[in-house]
């Protein structure tokens, strides 16, 4: 008993607070919730037949009170049974939810750099290169007009597959190469985001406070302080999260991602 017990107290609030933006996701676990709550009224109606039956031990011939029995064992299996399909019906829905989050987040933060989509110009038409040079140029020799914004959009090109281990190789070497770029903020922001979607939220978290410190005067920062809060929710840290959130919304609250971190912290409260 103790163990069907257990299996009733079915953590909703993690699911709440993840998709608090999507009502339709809320509505769903709030139904499985009442669900819930229904199959719970009913193990304790079970308890209490079970010691109504313990009760009446010495007045039942033993047949009766086996049949008892079996019937009370049938209703629990059944009981336990439509709690598992409860739980296999949540775990998807959120799965579902998540999926379509994480997918419409990537399509909105492609359109916020149209920049990337094609490499910078240059005013001055640069000279043609001598014959010698045909082959890599030296390291430390100034790159030909293009070959950054090339760089940065064969990396982009690795996350829209969903290669993330490559996203992560490729905007580490385009950094390298590129420390100084204008694009430099974005590529490190892309690469936390791609240990985020990689699970790895150490990591993630690790390199949007490397973005942060490196270029703190950057528009990226508030994308980054809300991706920071994502790792800290996933990991369960609610009071860190809730904690970033406030932080962004205090010192960018005009930004998009405040407005993001408006709603998820309505959730929290």
Do not use: C
Not at 34 to 58: F, Y
């Amino acid at each position: 008993m103790a163990a069907l017990a257990a299996v009733l107290t079915v953590p909703f609030a993690g699911y709440a607070q993840l998709f608090g933006g999507d009502d339709t996701a809320r509505k769903q676990i709030a139904e499985q919730q009442k669900r819930i709550d229904g199959l719970r009224q009913q193990h304790e109606e079970l308890v209490a037949r079970m010691a109504r039956i313990e009760e009446s031990l010495k007045n039942q011939p033993v047949l009766d009170l086996a049949t008892q029995f079996e019937l009370f064992r049938q209703e629990v299996k059944s009981l336990r049974g439509q709690i598992e399909v409860l739980g296999n019906n949540i775990d998807g829905t959120a799965k579902r939810q998540r999926d379509m989050y994480v997918d419409l987040d990537t399509r909105l933060r492609r359109l916020e750099q149209p920049a990337a989509s094609a490499p910078p110009s240059s005013p001055v038409p640069a000279a043609p290169a001598p014959a010698a040079s045909s082959a890599a140029p030296a390291q430390g020799a100034p790159a030909a007009p293009g070959d950054e914004g090339r760089a940065y959009e064969a990396a982009q090109n690795q996350r829209r597959i969903g290669n993330y281990q490559g996203t992560i190789a490729a905007f580490q070497a385009f950094l390298a190469q590129y420390p100084k770029s204008t694009l430099a903020p974005r590529a490190q922001y892309w690469i936390g985001d791609s240990y985020f979607n990689l699970r790895d939220f150490k990591n993630a978290i690790a390199s949007q406070q490397t973005l942060i410190k490196t270029y703190p005067e950057s528009s990226s920062v508030p994308d980054a302080l809300l991706n920071i809060a994502s790792s800290q929710m996933e990991m369960g840290d609610t009071a860190s999260a809730k904690k970033t959130l406030d932080g962004l919304v205090a010192r960018f609250p005009a930004s998009e991602a405040a407005e993001k971190a408006r709603r998820r912290l309505a959730t929290l409260k």
